[in-house]
């Protein structure tokens, strides 16, 4: 107990010494060239601080939903070896309706179609 509260101690002091160092030793000079849009090499054509389209955080938000809902599914083949087999398969099989259910919705709305 007490060498764990030791490096409990010793990570937290390292941390916060870290943590200072890191807003104390960087030089921040910014100039025009660090405060242009980078594109390539090209002279900047506008602005880089033009809004996105909705659409593209209505896709990235159904693209972590769903990529969610996959994770949960990621246990099954081990739980598969647990004596309540029924159970698992029963959890499994909601979660795929659910799934599926949430696709079949956002495709009749129209929100996977990025073009109007």
Known sequence: MNLIMIMVMISTILSL?????SFWLPLNNPDSEKLS???????????????FSIRFFLIAIL????DLEIALLLP?????QLLSLE???LWSTMILILLSI???????QGGLEWAE
């Open 76 to 80: 099954t083949p081990w739980a598969s």
């Open 17 to 21: 010494v870290l943590i200072t160092l």
């Open 102 to 108: 949430g696709l079949i919705y956002e495709w009749i």
């Open 63 to 66: 693209f972590l939903l769903f």
């Open 87 to 89: 159970y698992t398969l």
């Open 37 to 51: 849009p980078y594109e390539c090499g090209f002279d900047p054509l506008g602005s880089a601080r033009l809004p």
